[in-house]
T-cell receptor, first 116, second 115 residues
Framework: GAVVSQHPSWVICKSGTSVKIECRSL??????MFWYRQFPKQSLMLMAT?????????EQGVEKDKFLINHASLTLSTLTVTSAHPEDSSFYIC????????????FGPGTRLTVL | GENVEQHPSTLSVQEGDSAVIKCTYS??????FPWYKQELGKGPQLIID?????GEKKDQRIAVTLNKTAKHFSLHITETQPEDSAVYFC??????????????FGKGTLLTVNP
């Protein structure tokens, strides 16, 4: 397997504030980072894909100016939800990926964001 | 693009019974099929996967079968235990690796194992 951490595990914020979520791959170097969002009782929805040192590629319907992704190193990526609104409340999950891991894709423990 | 259908959406079994979850995919180019277990409030955990050059793979009580012709794959859990209760997701991906190919997930199956 792979060891992936996310911080914070949960956060509650006021509408209009920004929240930063960190994702770390602890035992391998992730050239690619996938960020997912999951609403209650639903499947995972891919938000964006980023490669280390490059700009992220966003899925259709995901606002790049609202969900800022930074993938500055092979072990750390951050997702910043800017000017959060209640509809941004969701479970955010990162998935670091490395080709050398035999195409296996592992996921972080997730961050529960609640916007009041 | 790829489309993955998963059935059933909910499954309730008695402890010790077997559970089977089925998925179909649409893109014949898909060649990697992982299964994930997600417990409440946690991230998905990879439990088993299969590649298109293999028809079956087993790991203790868990097995996965793949029928490339019919484009469907199944998860089999034998001797179920209460701790197997979770949401299970199937997924499909094409390509030998790299970020250009993304996982497409099924909608999930809520498995409940009753003691």
């Amino acid at each position: 397997g792979a060891v992936v951490s996310q911080h914070p595990s949960w956060v509650i914020c006021k509408s209009g504030t920004s929240v930063k979520i960190e994702c770390r791959s602890l035992d391998f170097q992730a050239t690619t980072m996938f960020w997912y969002r999951q609403f209650p009782k639903q499947s995972l929805m891919l938000m964006a894909t980023s490669n280390e040192g490059s700009k992220a590629t966003y899925e259709q319907g995901v606002e790049k100016d609202k969900f800022l992704i930074n993938h500055a190193s092979l072990t750390l990526s951050t997702l910043t939800v800017t000017s959060a609104h209640p509809e941004d409340s969701s479970f955010y999950i990162c998935s670091p990926f490395e080709v050398a891991k035999n195409n296996e894709q592992f996921f972080g423990p997730g961050t529960r964001l609640t916007v009041l | 693009g790829e489309n993955v259908e998963q059935h059933p959406s909910t499954l309730s079994v008695q402890e010790g019974d077997s559970a089977v979850i089925k998925c179909t995919y649409s893109d014949s180019a898909s060649n990697y099929f992982p299964w994930y277990k997600q417990e409440l409030g946690k991230g998905p955990q990879l439990i088993i996967d299969i590649r298109s050059n293999v028809g079956e793979k087993k790991d203790q009580r868990i097995a996965v079968t793949l029928n490339k012709t019919a484009k469907h794959f199944s998860l089999h859990i034998t001797e179920t235990q209460p701790e197997d209760s979770a949401v299970y997701f199937c997924a499909a991906k094409k390509g030998s690796g790299g970020s250009n190919y993304k996982l497409t997930f099924g909608k999930g199956t809520l498995l409940t194992v009753n003691p």
